[in-house]
């Protein structure tokens, strides 16, 4: 008999785009795979973590990607945006075209594997969340690799902590963070409580890329069906690290002391390459006594579906609806 306790043996097969989601989703989930079965982001290969003149050539290809991404979107958006400097961060503060409360803050990082989604691409996210909370977005435009490794993008973090705390009260805050994003929102956190900070109102992490290390059960069991991240991105992680341990707290913040963060929304998808960093760390945010909530959407690969469907509507509403319950609570 075979030894098997090592794992399962899973054959080849067929992952089929299931029925049970929009007709709009699993149009976005068709339009990511070529027809042989694979998804397009399949194909690239990020160079060795060593390898800067490598790293400044995707970074070169990927801007010009959100560039193109960014003009379509452009002209849907309403707010206004100024950029701003402190320390050595560059924040993108965003204005909504009706600001319901001055006093209300969204401070946000944006996501792209630590590497990508600065620049046009931060500018215009700050814009999109300003108009959908109709409060002001502090978008950070932090320093990446692999001219600023760690901890260079946490300094931005917390320099743009300390600029929204002079000008809003912490329970007018709320933290938001997509991907890589994510991490760095919690590790932000940690660190200000670790210096003394007071923590904001509330924290949302879409898809959050906590676990550098990679150790959770769904970078294995997702690995090819998440069709937006179908593999591995640990020379990323590494890049990012600049020789730090990746199990350090403030680079995998789920391995933290996470009492005393404030209440925090979660999302994932049951396609996502990381869903186990999302169910892992509401598990570890609710043994801390920390007030969670997790949402896993059927069949969304990490990032959502990245389109006018009516699940990625679905998630925007309960963001909303978390973001306003935060600021509304008693200080």
């Not at 994510?182 to 890329?209: F, Q």
Request: aromatic share 6%; charged share 20%; with cysteine.
């Amino acid at each position: 008999m075979t030894d098997h306790q090592n794992g399962v043996e899973v054959q080849g097969r067929l992952i089929p785009f299931p029925a049970s989601i929009s007709r709009e989703a699993r149009a976005s989930l068709e339009r990511l795979v070529n027809d042989d079965g694979i998804p397009h982001n399949a194909l690239y290969t990020m160079p060795l973590p060593d390898d800067h003149a490598g790293w400044m050539k995707v970074k070169a290809a990927a801007d010009g990607h959100y560039a193109a991404a960014v003009k379509g979107l452009a002209v849907t958006l309403r707010a206004t945006v100024e950029t701003v400097r402190t320390d050595a961060a560059t924040i993108h503060v965003a204005t909504p075209e009706t600001l319901s409360a001055p006093d209300y803050a969204l401070l946000d990082f944006h996501g792209g594997a630590f590497v990508f989604g600065g620049g046009e691409a931060c500018r215009a996210q700050a814009r999109m969340q300003a108009d959908r909370q109709g409060a002001l977005c502090y978008g950070v435009d932090y320093r990446m690799p692999p001219e600023h490794p760690y901890p260079a993008a946490l300094d931005d973090a917390m320099a743009a902590y300390r600029h929204v705390l002079e000008r809003h009260a912490p329970s007018r805050i709320v933290v938001s963070g997509r991907s890589a994003g994510g991490n760095l929102a919690v590790a932000m956190l940690l660190r200000a409580k670790a210096e003394g900070l007071p923590m904001p109102a509330g924290m949302v992490l879409l898809s959050p890329e906590v676990d550098l290390t990679e150790s959770g059960d769904s970078f294995q069991v997702n690995q090819m069906v998440d069709v937006v991240l179908p593999g591995s991105l640990m020379r990323n992680n590494l890049l990012y690290a600049g020789g730090a341990e990746l199990s350090h707290p403030y680079l995998s913040p789920l391995f933290g002391e996470l009492t005393g963060l404030p209440p925090t929304f979660l999302q994932s998808g049951t396609r996502d390459l990381f869903l186990s960093n999302a169910v892992r760390m509401h598990r570890a945010l609710r043994r801390a006594n920390v007030d969670a909530e997790l949402h896993v959407f059927e069949a969304m690969p990490h990032g959502g579906f990245q389109g006018n469907t009516p699940e990625d509507h679905d998630l925007a509403t309960e963001i909303s609806r978390f973001v306003a319950r935060c600021w509304v609570r008693p200080a």
